[in-house]
T-cell receptor, first 117, second 112 residues
Framework: EPEVTQTPSHQVTQMGQEVILRCVPISNHLYFYWYRQILGQKVEFLVS????????KSEIFDDQFSVERPDGSNFTLKIRSTKLEDSAMYFC???????????????FGEGSRLTVL | GESVGLHLPTLSVQEGDNSIINCAYS??????FIWYKQESGKGPQFIIDIRSNMDKRQGQRVTVLLNKTVKHLSLQIAATQPGDSAVYFCAEAYTGGFKTIFGAGTRLFVKA
């Protein structure tokens, strides 16, 4: 069964360092997303990406964040200068999209845990 | 503003009983609703969805009910099993917006 894969599973970094989280979405999906989940809290939307550009982004997704689809398979999230409060589990997701412009069922990866010291 | 929330943070049920998890939403523009299940250490997993032109949808052992009048969503799990123990999130989306907003989550404990 196709699945979304994420690397690394866990990354520890120093405050102020750049971090890149990588994702391989399901191959025939057209829409890609990043979410984050601080321990024990809800899943927060960061950004959606379609047709090589950002579709929507949340207030969390400030200038320190960027996304890229550098080739036909990878989808990356970069945090330029990490802060302590960036520590969280970051989930990548993809979807086919539904008629009428709705995201539809999201398929999530297992997550990348980021710890900022 | 957008807000999706849950009435109960935890729910404990006996194996074999039915479970009902409730959710309130406040964005009138939302027309697509989804329930996700998250097991420990894993990403959320789709359970069932419903569009706003429906008030009930059934899957395998799960039923979602939508009451647009009071902006309420519920997930019913029949014959709850130990494998159903997880955190359940309701989520909402709207036509033209590729953004799914998750609620706070309800942890379901199934007692054997």
């Amino acid at each position: 069964e196709p699945e979304v894969t994420q690397t690394p599973s866990h990354q520890v970094t120093q405050m102020g360092q750049e971090v890149i989280l990588r994702c391989v979405p399901i191959s025939n999906h057209l829409y890609f997303y990043w979410y984050r989940q601080i321990l024990g809290q809800k899943v927060e939307f960061l950004v959606s990406f379609y047709n090589n550009e950002i579709s929507e982004k949340s207030e969390i997704f400030d200038d320190q964040f960027s996304v890229e689809r550098p080739d036909g398979s990878n989808f990356t999230l970069k945090i330029r200068s990490t802060k302590l409060e960036d520590s969280a589990m970051y989930f990548c997701a993809s979807s086919e999209g539904l008629a009428g412009g709705i995201a539809g069922e999201l398929f999530f990866g297992e997550g990348s845990r980021l710890t900022v010291l | 503003g957008e807000s999706v929330g849950l009435h109960l943070p935890t729910l404990s049920v006996q194996e074999g009983d039915n479970s009902i998890i409730n959710c309130a939403y406040s964005n009138s523009a939302s027309d697509y609703f989804i329930w996700y299940k998250q097991e420990s250490g894993k990403g959320p997993q789709f359970i069932i969805d419903i569009r706003s032109n429906m008030d009930k949808r059934q899957g395998q052992r799960v039923t979602v009910l939508l009451n647009k009048t009071v902006k309420h969503l519920s997930l019913q799990i029949a014959a709850t099993q130990p494998g159903d123990s997880a955190v359940y999130f309701c989520a909402e989306a709207y036509t033209g917006g590729f953004k799914t907003i998750f609620g706070a989550g309800t942890r379901l404990f199934v007692k054997a």
